[in-house]
T-cell receptor, first 113, second 113 residues
Framework: KQEVTQIPAALSVPEGENLVLNCSFT??????LQWFRQDPGKGLTSLLL?????REQTSGRLNASLDKSSGRSTLYIAASQPGDSATYLC????????????FGTGTRLLVSP | DTAVSQTPKYLVTQMGNDKSIKCEQN?????MYWYKQDSKKFLKIMFS???????INETVPNRFSPKSPDKAHLNLHINSLELGDSAVYFC????????????FGSGTRLTVV
């Protein structure tokens, strides 16, 4: 059974800092990994999708890496801004059977001006 | 041009009532899902339909009954609502086993009083 853990659970940084959010998963037989952002009371916004054959994906100030063999992914946020404050969710889908996303516990990020 | 839309956005109802949540996607995806986000913000899959066929049915009380009239629509009917059903319910869709990632709706916040 796939389990996804995110560390830290909460993070508070001053504006401008570079930061790293961590995600680990127990079963390396994944199809892909997706990072989402959730603002309070809102839905999920997809940030980056990494296929199992890929090592990283980049979008603007965001860079996500994937090390499938060790069951880890990191989300790097450069030059953080107050608007980055949200909960960041990591989710993986398996490569056998019917596909579904298994979510991590989330990292709540607060960027102070 | 909303990709995955859910109605209603908020639902407040009394214990024992029956209620439905509707979901529609205009992405041409072949698979739709219902996820539940509990009070601790953890997201867990409930059901999945692929081309109108139920393919994932997690351990959910049989008071919850999904229905997919066509591959663009997935509804969730809940009978005899209980206090513990209070949560945010998210609809999602994917295509080709999630190869292109998953797209989520904005959620339905259900409060049972």
């Amino acid at each position: 059974k796939q389990e996804v853990t995110q560390i830290p659970a909460a993070l508070s940084v001053p504006e401008g800092e570079n930061l790293v959010l961590n995600c680990s998963f127990t079963d390396s037989a994944i199809y892909n990994l997706q990072w989402f952002r959730q603002d309070p009371g809102k839905g999920l916004t997809s940030l980056l999708l990494i296929q199992s054959s890929q090592r990283e994906q980049t979008s603007g100030r965001l860079n996500a890496s994937l090390d499938k063999s060790s069951g880890r992914s990191t989300l790097y946020i450069a030059a953080s801004q107050p608007g980055d404050s949200a909960t960041y969710l990591c989710a993986v889908s398996g490569n056998t059977g019917f596909q579904k996303l298994v979510f991590g516990t989330g990292t709540r990020l607060l960027v102070s001006p | 041009d909303t990709a995955v839309s859910q109605t209603p956005k908020y639902l407040v109802t009394q214990m024992g009532n029956d209620k439905s949540i509707k979901c529609e996607q205009n992405l041409g995806h072949d698979t739709m899902y219902w996820y539940k986000q509990d009070s601790k913000k953890f997201l867990k899959i409930m059901f999945s339909y692929n081309n109108k066929e139920l393919i994932i049915n997690e351990t959910v009380p049989n008071r919850f009954s999904p229905k997919s009239p066509d591959k663009a629509h997935l509804n969730l009917h809940i009978n005899s609502l209980e206090l513990g059903d209070s949560a945010v319910y998210f609809c999602a869709s994917s295509h080709r086993g999630g190869f292109y990632g998953y797209t989520f709706g904005s959620g339905t916040r259900l409060t049972v009083v």
